[in-house]
Each structure stands twice: as C-alpha cells, then as structure tokens.
C-alpha cells in the first residue's frame, strides 16, 4: 500500500476517534443538560452524529486493514495491475489516453489515476500489450486497446 494511502487513511482514523471520544460526549452532556431529550434537537443530532461517526470509522479501519493485506507478490510482472501506467487508444475518439491504476482513495481522474475497482481498472486488468479491452461503462461502452505498458515493477528499476 502506498505510504501517502495509509497516512491519509490513520490520518482521518485518528481525526474521527477524537471526535467520537471528546468533542461528541461534550456535545451530548451539554444536550442532556436541557433537559428533556425527546424533543431535543441538540440531543438528537448529536446521537445521529455518533452512531454516523461510528460507522465511518469501522469502514476506515476496515479498509485499512485490507490495504495492509494486499500481496503485491501477486501482481503481474507482465500484464496490467494495481501501480500500473498504460496508454491505451480508444476506438471511437481514435485518441491515445494515459491511465495509473491505483487505490480507490488515490483516484483522481482529470490527472489519469483510475482505481483498480473502477469500469475501465477492472477492463484493464490482466491486459497485456496489443490486447483490447472491451469495457461498459456508465457513459457507454468502450473499446480500448492497451498500447504500452509499464508495470509498478519496471517503475522501480
């Protein structure tokens, strides 16, 4: 996992457990103190908020753990996987485009970095130079064909 993933991910953990255990009891021990907590909006808010709080940071920490359990043994020297960059052209604009593929938290699309899990990431994963993906997307569907092809590992040499 990269290291800028996992800090931002223990970065909102850490931010999201503050909350949860000093600025959200400060807020409910406050409500509470008005009194009667059935019509309460304070009260209310502040609960909703926790059991919100609560949820995301089970996800983060989940996520987390996946990440840290990813085996990047398992990613092919040779085709088209996670810390991937590969030119493709697409069929119908008859352009060459450059995507990364990356985490989910990494996604940035306007500078080309696709998540594994996206339409086109999972299209393209396995592909190797000269193969066409053929790939559904919610804009429709595409047709690109893997150009070039630099694995995360020909990137560290």
């Known amino acids: 996992m990269p290291d800028a993933v996992k800090k931002k991910l223990e970065a909102e953990i850490q931010q999201l457990e503050y909350e949860l255990h000093n600025e959200l009891p400060k807020a409910l021990k406050k409500a509470i103190a008005m009194g ?3 019509e309460n909006a304070d009260y209310h808010s502040a609960k909703e908020r926790q059991t919100m709080i609560r949820a995301r940071l089970e996800m983060m920490k989940k996520r987390l753990s996946e990440l840290a359990m990813v085996d990047l043994s398992k990613v092919p020297k040779d085709a088209v996987g996670f810390g991937s960059t590969v030119v493709v052209r697409d069929s119908q604009k008859g352009k060459e485009i450059v995507y990364k593929l990356v985490t989910s ?6 500078k080309g970095l696709i998540s594994t899990t996206s339409p086109i990431g999972r299209g393209l994963m396995g592909k190797k130079v000269g193969d066409v993906a053929e790939i559904n997307t919610p804009a429709g569907d595409k047709e690109l064909k893997v150009i070039r092809l630099t694995t995360m590992f020909d990137q560290e040499q």
């Open 36 to 38: 009667d907590l059935s």
């Open 105 to 110: 938290e990494e996604t940035d699309v306007s």
